[in-house]
């Protein structure tokens, strides 16, 4: 019998509630299948199992909020016989630490307008009203009769009463308190380099101009694999600082930094990303982005990336110095890629330039190798179709 | 189709890639990334979902004509009625 376990999902979780079991006793398990569905600071997290088995029994009752590490499950390995036939002695049933009841996940908010009263109200609205603890009821609508975002702007700010789905205040918290111990801990050093990416962009640009709409690639795809494929050359970004030393990660998992509508931001990981195609990246990303914004992640995607990047993406600003993610070494910053007067061969042109920041842990890493990183993504870039 | 269709149809897709603004009012001369927190995968996910419901081509160096509702109505107007399928 394997012990099945609230796992952690990040630095800053600690406890997650149950809200749904996708398996029962008997049913038969694959690793990668979807167990259970647990509400946490990140929103509804689908929790994975890593074992081919039996779900041999359930230990945890719905609505209540354990710590991580609680037993959830006990799985029976193939070829192990069921538990009532080896003894007669019952499981111990783990008690829920508080019971509250099951909340409405964003993933089944109502994409139709509800209908308050002789009001309406948009869905967004809905769940920002929610989340600041506002009683729709009490909004004035707009002309239209609709409360939207506008009307919910026009409103004082109140202290939260009640939440439902992604809890604004308790992203912001775990934010906090990640952000904080990374400040507090990680003796953060940062090195950019503005790029010229135009070969880059320009190969892009004739790639997708052959695709139709559904196929073609945003340039964060290859800026992540040219990021991914850098990392391979200077390993020492890439992994944990777990007690007192360095650990490196065996393959690149990336956090992909991906921020909420109305605040907050979700870093969900893609594993061997140096390894993937293009396209693959791409769909994943998709994938990713969509279900962060309908509030329904898996818990691989959530276990400790080995490094994270932030990619600021189009019409935004020329540079971030992002904060490192403990217990990860390393982070890296993208900024838009703009029109800007550049030398070439002695001559002013128009390029495309993006810059990149690397932000590194001063325990693990020196200044020295962030820079053999730039100029590893710099090379990849001018040689996009190999990527 | 007539421009005042075209505006709903623009509207109904734009909905669609972000089920959360569902009959959010819409500023037909604000760009939506600044209206609504688009990012790039949004932006795309919007003209793909133009794309399906157009059947128009729509090359990345027209992107930003399609980046407000005013200049995406008058867009997709220009490019269907260049094949018949606009009455103005």
Known sequence: MTDFRMPSLGADMDEGTLVEWLKHPGDLLRRGDIIAVVETQKGAIEIEVF?????????????????????????????????????????????????????????????????????????VARIIAARSGIDPGHILPGSDGIIGLREIAQLPQQPPK????????????????????????????????????????????????????????????????????????????????????????????????????GGGLIAPAIDMMEMLPLDDIMRRLTDLVARVRGGRLRSSELSEATVTISNLGDDSADMVLPIIYPPQVAIIGVG????????????????????????????????????????????????PEAL | MTPQALAELVKRTLYDVAPDLEGEAIDPDIRFNEQFEFDSMDFLNFIAGLHHATALELPERDYQRLTTLASAVDYLTEKLTEQGKVRQ
């Open chain 1, 51 to 123: 074992h081919d088995g039996v779900l041999e029994q359930t230990h945890a009752a719905l609505g209540a909020t354990l710590p991580v590490g609680s037993l959830l499950a006990t799985i029976r390995m193939p070829g192990e016989v069921p538990a009532e036939q080896v003894s007669a002695v019952p499981e111990p049933i783990l008690q829920p630490a508080a019971a509250v009841p099951p909340q409405p996940l964003p993933s089944q908010a109502k994409v139709s307008i509800d209908v308050l009263g002789q009001f309406r109200i948009t869905p």
């Open chain 1, 162 to 261: 009640h939440r439902i789905g992604i809890d604004l205040d308790e992203m912001r918290k775990a934010i906090a308190a990640a952000m904080a111990r990374s400040k507090r801990e990680i003796p953060h050093y940062y090195v950019g380099s503005a790029l010229d990416v135009t070969v880059m962009s320009d190969w892009l640009s004739s790639e997708n101009a052959k695709r139709p709409v559904p196929e073609r690639i945003l340039s964060a795809v290859p800026i992540i694999k040219a990021c991914a494929l850098a990392l391979r050359k200077v390993p020492e970004f890439n992994g944990h600082f777990t007690d007192g030393r360095f650990l490196p990660g065996q393959t690149i998992k990336m956090g992909i930094g991906i921020a909420l509508r």
């Open chain 1, 336 to 383: 838009q890629i703009a029109v800007r007067p550049w030398v070439v061969d002695g001559r002013l042109e128009p390029r495309k330039i993006a810059t990149f920041t690397l932000a590194g842990d001063h325990r693990v890493n020196d200044g020295r190798l962030a820079l053999r990183f730039l100029k590893a993504v710099e090379q990849y870039l001018k040689k």
